[in-house]
């Protein structure tokens, strides 16, 4: 099973930045798309951003303009740029990779990191 490692949470002030990272590692299947979910408190995980291999991004309304995700396929990792950040972003920020084995879809998930935004 793939594993997943966050890092890059914190807490910022309204406007700030914060650049997520999350490294696949032990990769037992060809990942196809990278992203990002979140979960505010007291509401259910959403996407964020995610992106396939060839560079494919799809974007929450909520985030468009503000949020840019990146990907490395050759250090299997996956990055947000988070800018203009406003108190409605704080949530648990978790790391998703899906890839595609024996025709089973196959999703991993990380751990999750805490992003904290102050006005």
């Known amino acids: 099973q793939v594993q997943l490692e966050e890092s890059g949470g914190g807490t910022v002030q309204a406007g700030g930045s914060l650049r997520l990272s999350c490294k696949a590692s032990?990769?037992?299947?060809?990942?196809?798309?990278m992203g990002w979910y979140r979960q505010r408190p007291g509401m259910q995980r959403e996407l964020v951003a995610k992106?396939?291999?060839?560079?494919?991004?799809t974007y929450a309304d909520s985030v468009k303009g503000r949020f840019t995700i990146s990907r490395d396929n050759a250090k299997n990792t996956v990055y947000l740029q988070m800018n203009s950040l406003k108190p409605d972003d704080t949530a648990v920020y978790y790391c998703?990779?899906?890839?595609?084995?024996?025709?089973?879809?196959?999703?991993?998930w990380g751990r999750g990191t805490q992003v904290t935004v102050s006005s």
């Open positions: 992106i396939t291999s060839d560079g494919r991004a």
């Open positions: 998703n990779a899906e890839g595609w084995v024996s025709g089973i879809l196959r999703t991993a």
């Open positions: 032990k990769v037992t299947f060809s990942i196809n798309t």
